[in-house]
């Protein structure tokens, strides 16, 4: 359907829908990528043997689970699993992450390939009473853990990717629940039944620094970090600009808008690198918020006044920014970056 066939509010269903397919490659990117693909090429090469999980670290919004869908897609691309499941299975962890809620994600995340839930919930009860034998497959008490492992197994995943795994510290109990989780992955860890990849904030550096944690992290590969990114650098200022661009054309290229808003414009500039403090997925987020305001006005393009309203609107009431910069000048960079290593310290 053509925007002229779209009422305003079409338009922008149709618009947020699209963000949500947004790929921009750059050489960061693609090495991220490299890292993460490499847990799954050992885990080909050494399947039942000690797996090296990779924590990917960085602030809200910095890209990490954008990155983690860009791989899963090429692999998928390249070579689905004859099962009809997916290679690397992305789990989205539960607040509050104990090893039976982890085990739920898990099966949650594999959809119709999970065993009935009933089945699950039978056997957690039948087992409640008795420990696993020696040698079982992880050697956990939690019977769902058990099966929703066995379910990657048969569904034919490679890599289980924990997403938000920062939630296992996010409890009243934190002390209890961050050794009792970690003590499970890097017990799946060392059966080599699947690969690993955990995904989070600055918290789960917190937490694999622990002392009770020291287990997990001997036996991770160094951490991947997505750092904002330095304006005052010049390559990472130029970085920056050309993601801003990248997103101005991904505009075009889904059919949001007929032609470029020039985001990337000079004056501009620093004031996405004041509101995004550095981190590239929050350009999308921004212009997502922009180019919807610029739609519900009937809009073929985004505007200051649309940056504006979305950083007033959007921005600034969820504190993912506290000054708008296109109405105010934009701050200078030293404030800015120390802004954002009180966000992500590492």
């Known amino acids: 359907m053509k925007h002229h066939q779209m009422s305003p509010a079409e338009r922008e269903v149709f618009a947020r829908a699209e963000f949500r397919k947004f790929r921009i490659a750059s050489p960061e990117v693609d090495a991220a990528i490299a890292r993460l693909e490499s847990v799954r090429l050992s885990f080909l090469k050494t399947r039942g043997r000690l797996q090296n999980p990779l924590f990917v670290l960085g602030p809200t919004q910095a890209g990490k689970s954008t990155i983690v869908e860009c791989w899963k897609e090429g692999v998928d691309a390249q070579d689905a699993p004859a099962t009809g499941g997916a290679r690397i299975l992305h789990v989205t962890c539960s607040p509050n992450s104990s090893i039976r809620s982890l085990a739920i994600d898990i099966l949650m995340a594999l959809g119709d390939l999970a065993p009935p839930f009933e089945t699950i919930e039978d056997a957690a009860r039948r087992k409640k009473r008795s420990r696993m034998r020696t040698g079982d497959l992880v050697g956990v008490d939690t019977w769902a853990m058990y099966m929703a492992l066995h379910a990657c197994g048969n569904a034919g995943v490679e890599v289980v990717v924990l997403d938000e795994l920062h939630h296992m510290v996010m409890s009243d109990r934190a002390e209890v629940t961050r050794y009792s989780v970690a003590e499970a992955l890097k017990r799946i860890a060392i059966a080599g039944v699947v690969g690993l990849v955990g995904v989070g904030t600055e918290r789960l550096a917190t937490i694999l620094r622990a002392a009770n944690t020291k287990q997990l992290a001997m036996r991770a590969r160094p951490p991947l970090f997505l750092r904002p990114l330095d304006g005052s650098i010049p390559d990472q200022a130029k970085q920056f600009a050309q993601w801003i661009a990248a997103v101005d054309a991904k505009l075009v290229e889904h059919g949001i808008f007929p032609g470029p808003s020039h985001l990337a414009r000079p004056e501009w500039q620093p004031c996405f690198y004041?509101?995004?403090?550095?981190?590239?997925?929050?350009?999308?987020?921004?212009?997502?918020?922009?180019?919807c305001a610029a739609i519900l006005e009937g809009r073929n393009s985004v505007s200051k006044a649309h940056l504006t309203q979305a950083c007033r609107d959007w921005a600034i009431p969820f504190g993912i920014a506290d000054w708008d910069p296109w109405e105010q000048k934009p701050r200078d960079v030293g404030t800015i970056l120390q802004s954002a290593r009180k966000e992500f310290p590492l």
Do not use: C, T, W, Y
């Open 274 to 291: 004041d509101v995004a403090r550095g981190n590239l997925g929050r350009i999308s987020r921004i212009v997502e918020e922009a180019a």
